[in-house]
């Protein structure tokens, strides 16, 4: 079986800042992409940020110059630093791997369940 469980979500006033951590556990052979995704209510969720397992990054336009995405492979953690953080910034924010787990052929995406970032104007 395997986890992604997220932490660091919260409140916060515009032009703060949040780190949210995601960490996965269970039954992994290795992960490829890892990434944060966001979905506010009636909307589709949306790509924040991705990093491959070579360090290579993506982010959304809306998100480039204050987002910051990071990950340790030897922990299989990733890491999402938001700095100068709008009002539009708030949503649910998921934290996303495309792993292999021990046994099977095909990698596949893993979700965790969501922590909520809300920022006040």
């Known amino acids: 079986q395997v986890q992604l469980v997220e932490s660091g979500g919260g409140l916060v006033q515009a032009g703060g800042s949040l780190r949210l951590s995601c960490a996965a556990s269970?039954?992994?052979?290795?992960?490829?992409?890892m990434g944060w995704y966001r979905q506010t209510r009636g909307k589709q969720r949306e790509l924040v940020a991705t990093?491959?397992?070579?360090?290579?990054?993506n982010y959304a336009d809306s998100v480039k110059g204050r987002f910051s995405i990071s990950r340790d492979n030897a922990k299989n953690t990733v890491n999402l630093q938001m700095n100068s953080l709008k009002p539009e910034d708030t949503a649910v924010y998921y934290c996303?791997?495309?792993?292999?787990?021990?046994?099977?052929?095909?990698?596949?995406?893993?979700w965790g369940k969501g922590t909520l970032v809300t920022v006040s104007s």
């Open positions: 996303n791997a495309n792993l292999l787990v021990l046994g099977l052929y095909s990698a596949m995406d893993y």
């Open positions: 269970g039954s992994i052979s290795r992960i490829n992409a």
């Open positions: 990093v491959t397992s070579d360090g290579s990054t």
